[in-house]
């Protein structure tokens, strides 16, 4: 049995197909990565699109998921062993928090991170950018400056797309930034 959300405007069968035949991301070019390790950022639909792309692509080693139903996305959950951030809004009122869950659990990853914050699924915390940002630092080893907090940096954390691939930056060691 699927696990959409009865308040989900789209037949079960519509998304499930259309999560199967979403392409593995964006073309990559060959370059992204070639200067160290590369994360993933994709909430929602950018969970749909993300997942199969952190699937197959090596270049991607940690990444962050949240708020999309699994039933299409399982078997490919299963392939994913990078550390993975999940988040979850509990009372979101379109992807059940079993639903969540379920997909949360389906991750190969020995290190999986759960943040299941209250509210619906509009009312996604912004702390929890701040989050992803210091997850992908963490795991990417470079230092960087919170966009969510308003601080100014001296690169750009995410390059732009239909599906973000983040690419964290080194700070310089000698700019003062921690």
Known sequence: MPLLSKHCDAPPEVITAAVARAAPGPVWSRDIGADGPVGYVGIGLGTAIGLPLVAVEPRITAAVFGMMWPDALVETAKQITVPIEFAMQWDNERILPEAGLALFDAFASKER???????????????????????????????????????????PLCRPGAATAARVEAAHPDDGSA
Not at 113 to 141: C, K, W, Y
């Open 113 to 155: 991170t759960l943040h299941a914050n209250a509210g619906q699924h509009i009312d996604m915390p912004r702390f929890e950018a701040d989050s992803a940002v210091r997850f992908l630092a963490r795991h990417l080893g470079r230092t960087v400056t919170s966009p969510a907090r308003g601080e100014r940096q001296r690169r």
